[in-house]
């Protein structure tokens, strides 16, 4: 357990449908990052949030929109869902950027099935 | 911005070395991370290299040229174990998110 916690596992949805992922980080770290992961593609960089703040975006569409909590918790929405967003996705945490030894405490990622 | 390659795929032997390249251009450089990822799972972070020279630790190893934008992942007495894809990933921009290769997959066969 690597103490980045995603939920759920699996979710098989319709397009056009919405969703929401859930992440919740190693206790301590203070900056959450999404990335999606397409079949046989690398990871892409989606958002990047810093206790509460958006801190950097990547080429995230206009129809996924991400926050994080109070509490820490982020939470990546995914609406008006096609079938090419199925993909995995996963959150990642660390104290704050990216630590230099470390990098960064991956979840197991949330798989997504839009049919 | 950071542009990084990775051959696509790879092919070896239980019990042989590979050597899995990472080549770069990037405005800022901050490290360079090589992350192990099976299919299906979560990348695991193998090393980190902010400076020229070989790292080693035990059977994987990671090689860093700053002059010349070019790390390589070494693989040593391969086992089945270590068919996975292999991505080589570094921090940019000012809050340091990491940008990944499109990663190595590699495969071991008996």
């Known amino acids: 357990d690597s103490g980045v916690t995603q939920t759920p596992k699996h979710l098989i949805t319709a397009t056009g449908q919405r969703v929401t992922l859930r992440c919740s980080p190693r206790?301590?770290?203070?900056?959450v990052y999404w990335y999606q992961q397409s079949l046989d593609q690398g990871l892409q960089f989606l958002i990047q949030?810093?206790?509460?703040?958006?801190?950097a975006k990547g080429n995230i569409l206009e129809r996924f929109s991400a926050q994080q909590f109070p509490d820490l918790h982020s939470e990546l929405n995914l609406s008006s869902l096609e079938l090419g967003d199925s993909a995995l996705y996963f959150c990642?945490?660390?104290?704050?950027?990216?630590?230099?030894?470390?990098?960064?405490?991956f979840g197991s990622g949330t798989r997504l099935t839009v049919v | 911005g950071q542009n990084i390659d990775q051959p696509t795929e790879m092919t070896a032997t239980e019990g042989a070395i590979v050597q899995i390249n990472c080549t770069y251009q990037?405005?800022?450089?901050?490290?360079l991370f090589w992350y192990q990822q099976h299919a299906g799972e979560a990348p695991t972070f193998l090393s980190y290299?902010?400076?020229?020279g070989l790292e080693e630790k035990g059977r994987f190893s990671s090689f860093l040229s700053r002059s010349k934008g070019y790390s390589y992942l070494l693989l040593k007495e391969l086992q089945m174990k270590d068919s996975a894809s292999y991505l080589c990933?570094?921090?940019?921009?000012?809050?340091?998110?990491?940008?990944f290769g499109t990663g190595t997959r590699l495969l071991v066969s008996p």
């Open positions: 990037t405005s800022g450089f901050n490290g």
């Open positions: 290299n902010v400076l020229d």
């Open positions: 990933a570094m921090p940019t921009g000012d809050f340091q998110k990491l940008v």
């Open positions: 949030y810093y206790n509460g703040e958006e801190r």
């Open positions: 990642a945490s660390s104290v704050e950027g990216v630590s230099g030894v470390y990098g960064y405490t």
């Open positions: 206790s301590g770290d203070l900056s």
